[in-house]
């Protein structure tokens, strides 16, 4: 079945650094979708990305859709202790019900 | 626009006992829905997901059943909870035949004692 293998797993940061993040994936996907998941609350969409090399902003966000739709990247730029959070990709492929595979996640820590 | 609740948001329940956790969408008509369990630190994982009402699709076997008795309405169930079944549960829709983003409930904490 599909695989996403998001990494780092963790990242502990000084406030006002950059952050990278990504995930790839063993199969070629439609959608990749990046979310923020606060601890014990369902996970917040990010950012969204539809085709093949888009690379989509969302304030300090910004996420790329690989070219070989096999992979995606999250940056998070000047980061503030609100960043903290485990972020999560996710994929999708054409297929019944728009089911997505989810990353083991990306928890970060900010420290001021 | 739309809405999603998820209840109850935390639950303790004794191993042998059964379950019940409700989902319901609100704003839109005929979304696909879909029911995650997340275990502590890790991931998320699809336990079901359904197309329409009384259509119901499980991605593992287990000891959890989904039902969708009304087009916004989904529901999780276990006859006899295990301990293995603790994790946090999220409840997600997202809209009928188009490739579009999923939208999560707030979660569903459970722990079985």
């Known amino acids: 079945g599909q695989q996403l293998n998001q990494s780092p797993q963790s990242m502990f940061i000084q406030e006002g650094e950059d952050v990278s993040m990504n995930c790839t994936s063993s199969?070629?996907?439609?959608?990749w979708l990046w979310y923020k998941q606060d601890p014990g609350e369902g996970p917040v969409l990010l950012i969204a990305l539809y085709k093949a090399g888009e690379l989509t902003s969302n304030g300090r966000l910004t996420a790329q859709f690989g070219i070989t739709r096999k992979d995606s990247f999250l940056n998070i730029s000047a980061s503030i202790p609100s960043d903290v959070g485990i972020y999560f990709c996710a994929g999708r492929w054409s297929g019944t019900a728009s089911k997505l595979t989810f990353g083991t996640g990306t928890r970060l820590q900010v420290t001021l | 626009s739309q809405t999603i609740h998820q209840w109850p948001a935390t639950l303790v329940q004794p191993v042998g006992s059964p379950l019940s956790l409700e989902c319901t969408v609100e704003g839109t008509s005929n979304p696909n829905l879909y029911w995650y369990r997340q275990a502590a630190g890790r991931g998320l994982q699809l336990l079901f997901y359904?197309?329409?009402?009384?259509?119901i699709s499980s991605e593992v076997p287990q000891n959890l059943s989904a039902s969708r008795p009304q087009d916004r309405q989904f529901i999780l169930s276990s006859k006899k909870l295990l301990l293995s079944d603790s994790g946090f549960y999220l409840c997600a829709w997202t809209e009928q035949g188009r490739a579009t983003e999923a939208f999560f409930g707030q979660g569903t904490r459970l722990t079985v004692v």
């Open positions: 199969s070629i996907f439609n959608t």
């Open positions: 359904s197309v329409g009402i009384g259509q």
